[in-house]
T-cell receptor, first 113, second 114 residues
Framework: DTGVSQNPRHKITKRGQNVTFRCDPISEHNRLYWYRQTLGQGPEFLTYFQNEAQLEKSRLLSDRFSAERPKGSFSTLEIQRTEQGDSAMYLC???????????FGEGSRLTVL | GENVEQHPSTLSVQEGDSAVIKCTYSDSASNYFPWYKQELGKRPQLIIDIRSNVGEKKDQRIAVTLNKTAKHFSLHITETQPEDSAVYFCAAKRITSGTYKYIFGTGTRLKVLA
């Protein structure tokens, strides 16, 4: 499968723990997005990278959230001191240079107990 | 601020009937409007899109219309089939200072009844 790959697919953690999600984009897709999706809602924008530069962060992204894309390829999203309200599906999507179609990964589902 | 409203939140139709989902966007700088279909437990996938310089686009049983003046766009599915049952999301994209930002609607759960 040469699509967008996300790991882990599921993560169950206790409140207060740190978690990290990884996204491996389709090669040569220079734009990468992180979205959060809760049940019955549409994807909420979290942050956006163009190559390795983080160009925009949502106000939804508290200081417990950090994202990186160190070499402009894979990206990580870390949540520190998780809270129950962080439980959601975290979606990664990438965008090629010449079209408007966002390609989504399967998502990483986080459950905070 | 940026906002995309989507209606209805749920829609049930009989197989063979048409379904219409409507979205309204707030940012007049938006210039691209995709629709995504998300089946249970799966990733959202693009089904059709329209750019701001076009009023209507059709692909087999699916069509999208755009009214830029009113900032409305709609998805039309004709001759619905059970496999059309899914959650549908509209989105609006704007480009600001080279940044491409997509804002999604809250989704419509479509059920096609056999």
């Amino acid at each position: 499968d040469t699509g967008v790959s996300q790991n882990p697919r599921h993560k169950i953690t206790k409140r207060g723990q740190n978690v990290t999600f990884r996204c491996d984009p389709i090669s040569e897709h220079n734009r990468l997005y992180w979205y959060r999706q809760t049940l019955g809602q549409g994807p909420e924008f979290l942050t956006y990278f163009q190559n390795e530069a983080q160009l925009e962060k949502s106000r939804l992204l508290s200081d417990r959230f950090s994202a990186e894309r160190p070499k402009g390829s894979f990206s990580t999203l870390e949540i520190q001191r998780t809270e129950q309200g962080d439980s959601a599906m975290y979606l990664c999507a990438t965008l090629p240079a010449n079209t408007g179609e966002l390609f989504f990964g399967e998502g990483s589902r986080l459950t905070v107990l | 601020g940026e906002n995309v409203e989507q209606h209805p939140s749920t829609l049930s139709v009989q197989e063979g009937d048409s379904a219409v989902i409507k979205c309204t966007y707030s940012d007049s700088a938006s210039n691209y409007f995709p629709w995504y279909k998300q089946e249970l437990g799966k990733r959202p996938q693009l089904i059709i899109d329209i750019r701001s310089n076009v009023g209507e686009k059709k692909d087999q049983r699916i069509a999208v219309t755009l009214n830029k003046t009113a900032k409305h766009f709609s998805l039309h599915i004709t001759e619905t089939q059970p496999e059309d049952s899914a959650v549908y999301f509209c989105a609006a994209k704007r480009i600001t200072s080279g940044t491409y930002k997509y804002i999604f609607g809250t989704g419509t759960r479509l059920k096609v009844l056999a």
